[in-house]
T-cell receptor, first 113, second 110 residues
Framework: AQSVTQPDIHITVSEGASLELRCNYS??????LFWYVQSPGQGLQLLLK??????LVQGIKGFEAEFKRSQSSFNLRKPSVHWSDAAEYFC???????????FGAGTRLAVHP | DAGVIQSPRHEVTEMGQEVTLRCKPI?????LFWYRQTMMRGLELLIY????????DSGMPEDRFSAKMPNASFSTLKIQPSEPRDSAVYFC????????FGQGTRLTVV
């Protein structure tokens, strides 16, 4: 069955440090891949998406993600984290033909000043 | 476009009452998803529709839950009868390629 795994439940980084959040998907076919961010009490906002083509995709708020087929991964990165980036981040995958959007468990990011 | 619109934003109800959550997707989107979010279980897909047709409702926890999409611009999620363990935030999302989420309905069943 299709699944999305985010191995890190909580991550804490210092402001200005670099960030990488991990995401892996299972199931043979390559899905469409997404990263969403959720601030407390809010809905989910799309950061970036990968459908095909260039495996390094740029998103909003200075985030980028790299798709690696060999590792079934789609890790989210940011070179310098800001305090306002503290939130919960969700990786999601959608397999064509099923149109079923599956989310990982989320990674809660805390940013120290 | 105003985005995905959910109502109500907050709902407090007594155990045993019927609860109806509403969603208006973005115009032109052909898929609609209902999710439930709790601290314990995270974000769970309850059901999704393609072109108004329910495709997969395997995430619906019990027969007490039902969802409809009578037309492309409206969907409901109904819980009857409601129980305290149904307390959660319920999100609706619609998509054509990427999904856009509503602000959610925070349901509290006392």
């Amino acid at each position: 069955a299709q699944s999305v795994t985010q191995p890190d439940i909580h991550i804490t980084v210092s402001e200005g440090a670099s960030l990488e959040l991990r995401c892996n998907y299972s199931y043979g076919a390559t899905p469409y891949l997404f990263w969403y961010v959720q601030s407390p009490g809010q809905g989910l906002q799309l950061l970036l998406k990968y459908f095909s083509g260039d495996t390094l995709v740029q998103g909003i708020k200075g985030f980028e993600a790299e798709f690696k087929r060999s590792q079934s991964s789609f890790n989210l990165r940011k070179p310098s984290v800001h305090w306002s980036d503290a939130a919960e981040y969700f990786c999601a995958a959608l397999w064509g033909g099923y149109n079923k959007l599956i989310f990982g468990a989320g990674t809660r990011l805390a940013v120290h000043p | 476009d105003a985005g995905v619109i959910q109502s109500p934003r907050h709902e407090v109800t007594e155990m045993g009452q019927e609860v109806t959550l509403r969603c208006k997707p973005i115009s032109g989107h052909n898929s609609l998803f209902w999710y439930r979010q709790t601290m314990m279980r995270g974000l769970e897909l309850l059901i999704y529709f393609n072109n108004n047709v329910p495709i997969d409702d395997s995430g619906m926890p019990e027969d007490r839950f039902s969802a409809k999409m009578p037309n492309a611009s409206f969907s409901t999620l109904k819980i009857q009868p409601s129980e305290p363990r149904d307390s959660a935030v319920y999100f609706c999302a619609s998509s054509r390629s990427e999904a856009f989420f509503g602000q959610g309905t925070r349901l509290t069943v006392v």
